[in-house]
């Protein structure tokens, strides 16, 4: 039997019933999320700089800026089962690097690379998100044409464009 995805209105009703219900506050947890991505990259340069300079009060600073992540993440996580909080924790990563690396090909004036990576790096952002407010049941994804959520979906974009735009319509960082 194959499990069917929501329509992007069921997840929009969704989204506002949480809002309502749990007073959610996106946009403080977009910020937290921006601060966790910042603090695993310290982790990491905290990590080579040590390596580097064979200089061991490095892996102190490391600790210290992960027990900060792991607080905040708590924050932002509020149940996971399985690798749930590794794989969230990974997805921040790995959209933190691809923004890097894509604004370093932007200044090159890679501007196809550059954008390539955005889209990937938002891709992943907004998967984070997904699985974060429940929207992407993990145990209902099923392969399906790249253009559709399920085969119910007739609408022209796929899983990826259709999270995009939840997140981009749920998560709005100017609003106070």
């Known amino acids: 039997m194959i499990n069917k995805l929501p329509s992007m209105d069921e997840l929009l009703t969704k989204v506002d019933s949480l809002k309502k219900e749990h007073q959610l ?25 040590a390596s580097k300079t064979e200089k061991a009060e490095y892996f102190n600073l490391l600790d210290e800026v992960r027990e900060m992540r792991k607080a905040l993440m708590k924050k932002l996580i ?23 690396v894509g604004t370093k090909y932007f ?7 550059a954008e390539e990576l955005f889209s990937k790096a938002y891709r992943l952002y907004s998967l984070f998100w997904g699985i974060n407010l429940k929207l992407v049941n993990l145990g209902n994804v099923k392969s399906v044409d790249d253009n559709q ?26 609003k106070e």
């Open 25 to 49: 506050d996106l946009s403080s947890d977009e910020d937290l999320s921006i601060a966790v991505m910042n603090l695993v990259s310290l982790e990491e340069h905290f990590f080579f700089t």
């Open 78 to 100: 509020k149940e996971s089962e399985g690798e749930i909080w590794c794989i969230q924790k990974h997805l921040l990563a790995a959209s933190m690097r691809l923004i890097e």
């Open 107 to 113: 200044h090159q004036e890679k501007r196809k690379e």
């Open 149 to 174: 959520l399920n085969v119910h979906d007739q609408e022209k974009k796929d899983f990826w464009g259709k999270l995009g735009v939840i997140v981009k319509k749920i998560i709005d960082c100017c």
